[in-house]
Every structure is written in C-alpha cells, then in structure tokens.
C-alpha cells in the first residue's frame, strides 16, 4: 500500500484495512480525534449508549446513529464481538467507513474460517485488502477519484479475472443527477469492450439489490456468438448511487453456492468502496462551495465603497457586518459635485446569487448618480435597471436612499420597503422618523415612490441602518428594538459619527450577550457638522454594576489623561494631575450616582460619550433608570463639623464632589431619560 | 484593592489598604473597619499611602469607621494620603475632621498621646 501520510484519517483507514483488531481501531480513532470509541467481548461495557434489545437484535450488523447533536454512535457487532465509534458530524461518515470496514473484516475471515481446506478463499481475503489499499488511494484525489483508481481497479478485476478464471470481469458505477433532465454520472472498468458494453447493458438491467443474477450472454451475438454465461449483482449502494459488479465465464457455467457467497462479498466490497469516495467528494465540493462563497464574498467587499467621501463640510460614516459569508445588507456613497448620494439596502437571501444581484444595485447606482439629482429619479434608475433580473430571481430588495444638497443643505429621501431612517435634528436634540414610501423592489413592477425632502440644519444627522440591528434577541427574548437604537444615538450624538457606529456594535453584542447572531447589520451615517464639534470623542455603553461602573470610570480617566497632552500641553503635569484627579473623581460620582439611584430597582445600561473641545472636557452621560430627584442637586451640603463627629453625614459626599470637581455640571429629563453633562476647562499653565 | 491589617502594639491597628476605594471595592473596606472593635482593637490607623483613588463611597467608609471608632472611646487617623484621595479629602472638608499624618511613626505616637 502506497500510501503514507500525515493525514490521521487515512492511517486510520490504512488500520483499518490492514485487519487491525477492533480495540486498536477504537484506540486510533480515540487518538485521531478525541471521540470516545469502545471495543469489547460479550456485554456492552457502562459507557456504550445502546439498548439490551437493540444489541440482542443482531447478531451480526453495523448501524449508526447519526445526530445533528454530536456525538453521534455507529456500532458494529459480530457474534460476540462489539464496536462502538462516537463522532462528531464531520467525523461521522469515516466512523462509518471505518465500523463497516472492521466488519467487513471480520466477515472474510469467518468465510475463511468456514472454509479452511479450501485455500483459493485466501485470495479473496488479498483482494479485500486491495481493495481498501485503492480506497485509501483514491481519497487523496477525490475530485477525479474513479480515473485517478483507474489502474488499481483494472488490476482486481485482472486479479479477478485469475481466480474466478473469467472471461471478462466488469463493474459500473453511475451518480443519479441531482436535478431531473440531466444524465447520470457513469464509469464503467471492464477488461474488454465487450465488458464495457455488458456493464452498461446490466445498468439498464440490474438485478435486485441482494440478488444474484446469473443467465446466459444475452448480447453474445455482438461477440461473436461465443456462448457465455453471466453472473451479475447490484453493487448495494443507497441513492444517489447506483453500480454493477459482474463477470463472464465462458460456456455454460454453473456456479456453487459458495462462489456466489464470494463473488456477493466482492460485490460488498465495491460498494463500500464506491460510498466512501462518494462520501468523500460530497464533502469536498462542500468545501469547493464554501470557497467560491470566500471569492463572492471577496468580490462583494471589493464592490463596496472603500473609502468614504470626506469633506469639511459634511461627515459621513459606515458599518457592515454580515452574519454569514455572504450577507444580504449592502450600501454605497458617491459623491457627484456637490451632491452626496447614499444608499443602504437589504436583499432578501444570501449567498451567491444575493451577492449578484447586490452588484447589479452597486452597478446601477453609480451609474444613476450621474443622471440623477434626487433621490426619487435614483430609486426610478436603480429599479428599472434591476427590475428584470429582480423578476427572474422572484425575490425583492428594500433600499433606501437619501441625496443630500451639500451647498442648499437640503436633502431628499426616498424608502423602498426598507426599516425606517432617524433623522436627528442637533437644536433641542429631537429626533425625526423618516418612514418607508413605498413597497420593497419587486414586489410590484415599477412601483410609484413617494419622496420626502428636508432643510438640514449644523449638527443635523441621518442615519440610515438595516432591521439586523435592533431585530437583536437577548436571552430574555426582547428586542434590542428602535427605542433601544435610538437611545445610543441620543446619548452619544454629539460624538463622531465613527464612535456613534462603536456604540452600537457595543450595545448590540451586550445586548446579545454571547447569542449568535442571525442577521446581517449595516449602518450609514451623514452629518453636516455643527459649529462647535469636539475634536476628538469616545463613546461607551456600559452596565450598571459597581464592576462595570469601576471599569467605566476607569477607562474614561484613561482617555482623559490621554487627549490632556493635546489639550492640556502648556499646563504643568502638576497642573494635569490635578485636573484628572478632579476629573475622575467626578466621573466617578456621576456613574456610582446613576447606578445607585436611578437603578435602584433593577440594574441598566449606562451610555454616553465623553468629548475633547479646545478648551474643554464634556461628559454626557444617558440613563433611562427613575428621575432623578433634582432638588437634591440644588440644596447646599452642610459643612462638616469637626467639633460634632456624631452628627457627621456618612452619605451623600458624591454630589459635594461633583460639584466641586467640575466647572460646569447639569441634569435634564427628556423621553423619559436622565441625561447629565459635565464640563471643566482644561488647565492652561501660568501664562 | 486589597488591604492588610497590621498590630505595632496589641490595642492599634494599621490598616492599609491597596488599589482603588470605589463603588466595586468600597464595601470590603468598610467591613474591615466594622470588624476591628471586636477584635479588640483600640485605636485604628488607616496608612493610604498605596490607595491610587478613593470616592466617596470610599470616604462613606471612613466617616463610618471613624464614627464607630469614636464611640468606643478610641482614635481613628489617617496617613499619607496621595493626591488623588487628598482631594476627594479637600472637595469634601473632611481634611478638617480627619488627623492626617505624614508617617505612621507619628500617627502611633499622636494616638499613643493624645487622650481621646
């Protein structure tokens, strides 16, 4: 055998073939992949799920037990003797192999056992092992596995040949197409034509499977008229595969019983041979699938907007994450003069065929970019230049999208089926809901869309995402939901867009908190800036444990002290120190603050960003816990008196420090949220 | 944090605490200060010279422990304090009702002393 690898399943296939006892094969097999695996005499051992009634049933059999949940069992028994192999479900179809070929094994050498004066049963039990050392072979190369046999097969059937002292010894193997109105697959080895041509006959008139057919040459006349008799069976394979096994012995022959005997466990053997590498093609185009869905994907992101129009006059951000290789959320961003054109959709479906159709939106929104000026001609030239193949495909596509007059500061909007857009005004923080206007793509030929328009005010934002980011499930089955979207996007609005997008990918993870995810997540963001934006910001979502709380303060005390050598550089590092000992002493406050009362009764979400300006540091902090008591903020702490340590307060220093560590500090109630705001100016140096 | 209880002679404690005093630690550190009279400890001081921060959960603590500590007649100071934890100190005027001292020599020596 030829084969030698570091590839464990074939040694384990080459133990197996070599007629290894049963308890080395469960030793291999427990070393090859870590799955328990028991071989035994008489009962089976604690440990082995399978029934007193099952095991009685046979006395000599191998069953599987395949499961979606791993492990799943296969077992083999034969008289006495037991083998038990879990697998998971990509190791399943060797356990199966390799339980059939240790059955198998035992098998030839009862018949030998049987048979013992007769010597000519040794060849058969060689053959076997020829036959495995082809099986072996062949599974290095499945992508051609029958023509890359090809010389091994032809050298048993020669063998074959010998033994059974044959005319022609032939066999045929046929895949039934997956889809009607294709052919079958078929490879047909024979010693000559004639074979070749008897192969093919008895495709077409195969015995049943477990019989043996044995008839006169029914196309001896095409041989020359050479009387010949057959003998045929069907290999006993499941569908999709079919196969033959036969041979021709010259004149009129009669066979005993025992040579039936051998020639069905031949047959046996080509069909084990034949649902191996079946097995083992199957699963390598699975994977030659999940490559080409890799280079889709590879096309998909190529096709995507790179690099983001930028100008000092408008910022635009955007997030895509699919759930699988492929996902069905796409979106793009050109810039045409002084026109920005956005658009975000979702197709339904994934895969291949979603990843087309995506860059034939790609395609036809950029092409009508240039012969559009608002949003509703887009959505007319984008639908019109997919319309047929949308109907071809019979599925649908919600987009929406939006056109913004850079110079007018205006924008349309047009919505075809797709989860609604926010359109954040920055005076007074008020959001705007920017609905569907119409159905999805394909669900009506050429539907009419309605478009609505807008003046754009410095600060406006509008965001435009897909139903993956608040369709979130967490373990108590809510919804992360519009409101929960939309409190992120209050909380940290005045933050760069960038670090907006942050905060929702936080939030959505804490919210899944470890469940997998089931759908694809796009975000797009545009924002004319307004007069005053910090220069540098960072967002966080958070909980409301005294850990969490620790951690937040923290990381923010990090980031201060981080951006102070920019904004803080003339000061001194005393002067620094003091600044963020008072900074995260505040911070600190406002946090343990929220956590203790306003989620008192039930822990929350802490959100917000903390944000760098020229002069100074600002903290907004969002929490939708009870209202906060603002009389409390108002009323003056009394001093402590050190004469009167009894009368000490031991509560309530954290609003005295608040107060003290910051310049500016306030509290708001608004949509039923605690919003807070800190400010301090950063130290500046003795000028 | 952490903190480590230390006995110069059987009727004071040191306490030392290391690390942040805040919302996730400040409760282990009050209960440490809960505990001492029963063990029979006099008088308590409190070395801060590893605590990096303390909020006011953390000053909740002491104000607690000080109050205890002055009930059974004993005297609970401070030593140094690093800048971060002096200024939540100084925002609060607790610097005016806490003894601060530079050394723990000194703080022996002044509860030692001084009659309370």
């Keep these: 055998m030829a084969i030698l690898t570091d590839d464990p399943q074939t040694e384990l296939l080459q133990a197996a073939s070599s007629g290894v006892s049963w308890s080395t094969l469960a030793d291999a097999w427990t070393r090859a992949f870590g799955y328990k695996a028991y071989a035994w005499e008489g009962e089976p051992p604690p440990g082995v799920p399978i029934s007193p009634q099952a095991w009685e049933l046979a006395s000599r059999a191998v069953w599987a037990y395949p499961s979606p949940e791993a492990p799943s069992w296969v077992f083999a028994r034969w008289d006495n003797k037991g083998l038990a192999l879990s697998c998971s479900t990509t190791t399943a179809a060797l356990a199966q192999v390799l339980v059939q070929l240790a059955f198998q094994t035992e098998q030839i050498n009862a018949v030998i056992q049987e048979q013992e004066e007769d010597t000519t049963w040794a060849k058969p039990l060689s053959l076997s092992q020829n036959f495995l050392a082809v099986l072996c072979d062949t599974l290095q190369t499945v992508d051609q596995p029958l023509m890359a046999a090809r010389g091994l097969i032809e050298e048993i059937l020669t063998w074959m040949q010998n033994i059974f002292s044959a005319r022609d010894v032939f066999v045929a193997f046929e895949e039934l197409p997956e889809e009607d109105g294709h052919p079958p697959q078929r490879t047909v080895f024979a010693l000559t034509s004639h074979g070749r041509t008897l192969a093919r006959y008895y495709l077409q008139h195969a015995p049943e499977s477990g019989q043996i057919l044995v008839e006169t040459d029914p196309l001896a006349h095409e041989a020359g008229g050479n009387p010949a008799t057959n003998i045929v069976s069907s290999l006993p394979v499941s569908e999709p595969l079919r196969g033959v096994f036969g041979m021709q012995v010259a004149g009129s022959h009669e066979f005993s019983h025992e040579a039936k005997q051998r020639f069905a466990l031949l047959g046996r053997q080509w069909a084990t041979f034949w649902e191996t590498l079946h097995r083992y093609r199957t699963q390598a185009r699975s994977q030659r699938i999940e490559q080409e869905l890799r280079v889709a994907r590879q096309i998909q992101d190529s096709l995507l907007p790179r690099r983001l129009p930028q100008g000092p006059d408008f910022e635009v951000a955007a997030f895509l994450d699919p759930a699988s290789i492929i996902g069905g959320d796409f979106y793009d961003v050109q810039q045409v003069g002084s026109r920005l054109f956005m658009m975000l959709g979702d197709v339904a479906g994934k895969g291949v065929p979603a990843a087309m159709l995506i860059a034939m939106f790609l395609v036809a929104f950029r092409s009508a970019v240039h012969r559009a000026d608002d949003a509703l001609s887009v959505m007319h030239q984008v639908h019109q230049q997919v319309a047929h193949e949308l109907d071809r495909l019979d599925t649908f596509v919600t987009l929406a999208i939006l056109v913004i007059n850079l110079e007018r500061r205006t924008f349309t909007y047009v919505n075809a089926g797709h989860t609604e857009s926010y359109w954040l005004r920055w005076q007074g923080r008020r959001v705007k809901s920017l609905p569907a206007t119409g159905l999805p793509l394909g669900s009506l030929p050429l539907e009419d869309y309605e478009q609505l328009s807008g003046n754009l005010r410095p600060g406006d934002i509008i965001w435009l995402y897909s139903d993956g980011v608040t369709e979130v499930t967490n373990r108590e089955g809510y919804l992360l939901g519009r409101s929960g979207l939309l409190d992120i996007l209050l909380a940290t609005q005045p933050a760069h867009l960038d670090q907006q997008i942050d905060a929702i990918r936080r939030a959505v993870a804490l919210h899944r908190d470890g469940l997998p995810r089931e759908d694809d997540m796009a975000l797009l963001a545009f924002r004319i800036p307004a007069p005053q934006m910090p220069q540098l910001s960072w967002t966080f979502v958070g909980g409301s444990s005294p850990l969490d709380v620790s951690a937040l303060t923290q990381q923010l005390a990090r980031h201060a002290r981080s951006w102070s050598h920019t904004f803080a550089a003339s000061a001194s590092s005393e002067e620094r120190d003091m600044f963020l000992f008072a900074w995260e002493l505040a911070v600190a406050e406002l946090l343990t603050n929220i956590a203790r009362h306003a989620y008192r009764a039930y822990p929350g979400r802490i959100q917000g960003s903390m944000l760098a300006y020229p002069d100074r540091l600002v903290l907004e902090v969002w929490d939708y816990g009870e209202a906060f008591d603002t009389d409390v903020l108002y009323t003056l702490p009394s001093q402590p008196d050190p004469e009167n340590i009894d009368g000490l307060a031991a509560e309530g220093y954290g609003l005295t420090i608040i107060r003290q560590a910051v310049d500016r500090w306030a509290h708001n109630r608004r949509y039923r949220r605690n919003w807070w705001r800190l400010e301090k100016f950063w130290p500046r140096g003795r000028l | ?116």
């Design chain 2, 1 to 116: 944090m952490n903190v480590k209880i230390e006995y110069p002679q059987p009727h004071i404690a040191v306490v030392r605490p290391k690390g942040r005093i805040d919302a996730a630690t400040s409760a282990k550190f009050r209960d440490t200060l809960r505990r001492l009279p029963s063990q029979g400890v006099e008088h308590v001081i409190i070395d801060l010279r590893d605590v990096s921060f303390m909020d006011s959960s953390g000053l909740s603590a002491l104000v607690a422990g000080l109050k205890l500590i002055r009930r059974k007649g004993g005297a609970l100071v401070l030593v140094g304090p690093q800048p971060p934890v002096r200024m939540a100190l100084q925002l609060t005027m607790l610097d005016r009702v806490f003894r601060i001292y530079n050394s723990l020599r000194d703080a022996v020596a002044a509860v030692n002393s001084r009659p309370y």
